[in-house]
């Protein structure tokens, strides 16, 4: 078995993954917790993240890398953020030592666009980015990163010239759960997925995306009035929000644009869909994979062997 060269972090705001990477790359061991930065700051960065190596028996003075909320104000060390536009490959000098630690630990930057209007940050989907994308020309990109908070980022080769955050994975989860939707999604889980649905709210919220508030309502009124099922409205909340979201993204980019899906699971196989029904040309890569090769870019930037 290859020894083991540094250990990889993605501290999310809600999820902590852990790998212990080895000296040819492979993935020695893993953990995975719901220790985000929110349960971290309560009981400490040092102390989940020690638990965690202890468990994986890492040796004394291997170095980590970590990407994510541990970075951000509230978290473990504040890193910054790189300014755009700027290269991707910015984030990797700019890595924070985490003092009073024994070990070698560094926190990766986020990334900000500061423009008075439309001011916007990201922290931990940079490294996806970084990870997804490599360092090697890509001509002009357009990079979606979906999630709670999808990330859309515009890449020309190697440089980021933008990105944009939709609330996405939050609204569907705010309407469905806190507005009148609420009753005409319940009971959806138990019903088999309407593809139908969201691929027509899709199509919808695309092609008319300032009627998005009504076009959300016919989730009850199609209920109410032709008795649609609850996995049909639930199909039309989630296909308006994602059309809507694809239709934003895309709004100013430019003919020709290549559209890069970073994603896995679920939200994997939506997008997948979504952009298959708008006939949208896409490349898709997990984003484990990619979070893990730019944590390990990072790595053998910082520590060469």
Known sequence: MTNPAYVAVDWGTSSFRLWLVGKDGSILAERRSGEGMTSAAKIGFSTVLSGHLAAIEAPEGLPVIVCGMAGAKQGWVEAGYIDVPAPLASI??????????????????GLAQRQMAMPDVMRGEETQLLGALGGAGTGA?????????????????????????????????????????SHAVAGAEEQPADAAAFEAAVLAAFARPGLATNLLFTA?????????????????????????????????????????????????????????????????????????RGLSAAAEAIWPN
């Not at 990797?92 to 930057?109: F, K, Y």
């Open 92 to 109: 990797l000098t700019a890595a924070v030592r985490v003092p009073g630690e024994s070990r070698d630990i560094r926190i990766l930057p």
């Open 141 to 181: 990109q357009a990079v979606c990163m979906p999630g709670t908070h999808s990330k859309w980022v515009h890449v020309t080769n190697t440089e980021v010239t933008g990105f944009s955050t939709f609330m996405t994975g939050e609204l569907f989860d705010a309407i469905s759960k806190h507005t009148i939707l």
């Open 220 to 292: 009850r009124s199609g209920q109410l009035l032709h008795g649609i099922s609850a996995a049909a409205a639930q199909a039309r909340l989630s296909g308006t929000l994602i059309g809507l979201e694809i239709a934003g993204a895309l709004q100013d980019a430019a003919n020709g644009t290549d559209i890069t899906l970073v994603a896995s699971g679920r939200l994997q196989a939506l997008y997948e869909q979504a952009f298959k029904t708008l006939s949208l040309d896409f490349t898709a890569i997990d984003a484990d994979a990619a979070v893990r």
